[in-house]
């Protein structure tokens, strides 16, 4: 779909889906316009050598792999799509915390192994809870939309967004959040400012305990402390589609020999890990495409690149 929609809008393009750093190193300067997903980092050293790029396009919603202060400092525009999987995001957020709150998984387990519990599954339901999202961008806001159904309270919390309180959440203060939620749902990308943004200080800043659903990065939340909380009943669940042990492409990911830390998530029944499938769904894959072909036509045209 992007190939073949950037191809009718006159790119020539070029496909190598078994590219390595170095081979980018020796090519990049041909180019001017490279479209990735997460497998390489576009650092400093390959955006040296980028003498004729104009764009970079991220076919998801992370930037982290990209250096933007250098992409910026050479005048590369970067494009990314997270409007192409906000929707799957949000119902996968929804379906963990369901998952986690009906025991499904776990009463599934039993059942197949001839065990039958009714009171020992008994659920917990989303009417009636405070969800506090934090980052009301694309993701946060899809959250919130798919909550509208659940009789739910709403509220989040963005540093860089005022005034946007409407139907579906209420806008508040990171303190509101941490007074008041049930529930905590990140939603951020993943900078220097949130590396580590969910820790043992963020966790007993909440006044309830807290159930805790992360689909961002990983290295938001500190596993450390996380576990924790866990241990103590401050963090009563956690949903996680994502780990601070992820490898850096996403796609690969040795689950031995990982830190002790994991092997205490994986043990918790009050814990649900998928493997960053929150975004993954077969309609994602095509709107994640054709949104960012969108976008890099546009700027295309609008800048006489074609």
């Not at 050598?49 to 005048?75: M, W």
């Not at 005022?162 to 990171?174: G, I, P, Q």
């Not at 749902?185 to 200080?201: G, Q």
Request: hydrophobic letters at 40%; a negative charge.
């Amino acid at each position: 779909m992007l190939f073949q929609k950037l191809e009718n809008a006159g790119f020539l393009c070029d496909f190598f889906p078994e590219i390595n750093y170095e081979k980018v190193e020796a090519i990049i300067e041909q180019y001017t316009g490279i479209i990735l997903r997460s497998g390489i980092k576009i650092d400093k050293n390959l955006l040296s050598k980028a003498n004729n790029l104009k764009f970079i396009g991220r076919v998801g919603s992370g930037l982290e792999s990209i250096d933007l202060e250098f992409a910026k400092f050479k005048n590369i525009s970067c494009f990314n799509s997270p409007e192409g999987n906000r929707d799957a995001v949000g119902e996968h957020s929804i379906g963990m915390i369901l998952n986690l709150f009906n025991r499904i998984s776990i009463a599934q387990g039993e059942v197949r192994n001839g065990i039958w519990l009714r009171e020992e599954n008994r659920g917990i339901e989303i009417k009636g809870k405070t969800i506090g999202i934090i980052g009301y961008g694309n993701m946060g806001s899809a959250f919130a939309r798919k909550l509208s159904g659940f009789e739910a309270n709403v509220i989040s919390y963005d540093k860089y967004k005022y005034n946007y309180s409407d139907e579906y959440t209420c806008e508040v203060s990171l303190e509101e959040i941490f007074a008041t939620a049930d529930i905590v749902s990140l939603h951020v990308p993943l900078t220097n400012e949130t590396h580590y943004m969910v820790d043992s200080e963020f966790i007993h800043s909440c006044t309830k305990n807290i159930y805790l659903i992360n689909t961002s990065r990983g290295p938001i939340v500190k596993t450390s402390d996380l576990v924790s909380a866990l241990n103590t009943g401050k963090v009563s669940g956690a949903v996680l589609d994502v780990i601070e042990y992820e490898e850096y492409s996403f796609d690969k990911m040795n689950l031995k020999n990982l830190p002790h830390d994991f092997d205490s998530l994986l043990k918790n029944p009050n814990v649900i890990i998928t493997p960053h499938l929150a975004g993954f769904t077969h309609e994602s894959k095509i709107k994640l495409a054709d949104v960012l072909a969108d976008k890099i036509i546009d700027f295309s045209t609008k800048t006489g690149i074609i």
